[in-house]
């Protein structure tokens, strides 16, 4: 608040400390939290879109390590059941909020899912082989392809 007196046919501004104290704090208060917002979740979203793809990578490939590590996962892509491959893969997408979808192929042909996005897609592939005991199937390529959701 601002008052004008009158001292000596000058006029002189006094200024209502206060008030001008408040205003004072209120900048600095927006000040301070715009600085937290650049500061603290700017440098984190870059930092995740920077190694976004190299944390896709590493996900997709601790997928293909457990499908060849477990042994009804494993004799399901030798029997090319894609159900159940597919539904495991994408619900372990999930976990790290991310589509995608598995396909099964010969190891001389190019494994090509369907209806993918026309976004940037992640892709890992690994061959499956059989066990010793069970030398009749031949082995296969599964590829799991993965893409963000935002």
């Not at 007196?5 to 006094?14: A, P």
């Not at 590590?69 to 059941?81: G, H």
């Not at 589509?99 to 892709?123: H, K, M, R, W």
Request: net charge negative; charged share 25%.
């Amino acid at each position: 608040m601002v008052e004008i007196l009158e001292m000596d046919q000058t006029k002189i501004w006094r200024i209502d400390k206060k008030g001008f104290v408040r205003i004072l704090e209120a900048a600095i208060a927006i000040i301070i939290i715009l600085l937290f917002i650049y500061f603290i979740t700017v440098p984190t979203f870059i930092r995740k879109s920077e190694s976004q793809q190299e944390e896709i990578y590493k996900f997709e490939l601790s997928i293909l390590e457990e499908i060849s590590e477990t042994p009804s996962l494993r004799e399901a892509v030798l029997n090319e059941d894609t159900t159940t491959i597919d539904s495991y893969v994408k619900a372990k997408l999930q976990e790290k909020n991310l589509q995608g979808a598995a396909s099964i192929c010969e190891i001389n042909e190019v494994c090509i899912a369907q209806n993918l996005p026309t976004q940037d897609i992640y892709v890992k592939e690994t061959i499956i082989s059989t066990t010793l005991e069970a030398q009749s199937l031949q082995p296969k390529r599964i590829a799991i392809y993965a893409w963000t959701t935002f």
